[in-house]
Nanobody, 121 residues
Framework: QVQLAESGGGLVQAGDSLRLSCAAS????????MAWFRQAPGKEREFVSA????????DYADSVKGRFTISRAGSENTVYLQMNSLKPEDTAVYYC??????????????WGQGTQVTVSS
């Protein structure tokens, strides 16, 4: 079993930056693909970004491309999401996910509880 714990969310102003972290425990996720999704109030959960096991492939939703960067530190069993130039429409609960197959949709095996990001205008 894998447990994922997100941190780093908070309340910021438009244009600010945040870095989200997702720490895995229980077993190593070094061979797993990992991803970030988000869910805004009243909306479906949506894909934000994904990174493969080696870090050699990354993908981003069009809405965050050029502003967000996903990375992973294998030695720390952790994945990060650096979010720059935040906009009010980035307000959502952000979820970390891990799984054996790289995917841009929500078919990951393990999910965290989420961390709230609120961007004020």
């Amino acid at each position: 079993q894998v447990q994922l714990a997100e941190s780093g969310g908070g309340l910021v102003q438009a244009g600010d930056s945040l870095r989200l972290s997702c720490a895995a425990s229980g077993r190593t996720v070094r061979a797993y693909a990992m991803a970030w999704f988000r869910q805004a109030p009243g909306k479906e959960r949506e894909f934000v970004s994904a990174i493969n096991w080696s870090g050699g492939r990354t993908d981003y939703a069009d809405s965050v491309k050029g502003r967000f960067t996903i990375s992973r530190a294998g030695s720390e069993n952790t994945v990060y999401l650096q979010m720059n130039s935040l906009k009010p429409e980035d307000t959502a609960v952000y979820y970390c996910a891990a799984g054996g197959a790289y995917s841009l949709i929500q078919d990951y095996d393990y999910w965290g509880q989420g961390t709230q990001v609120t961007v004020s205008s």
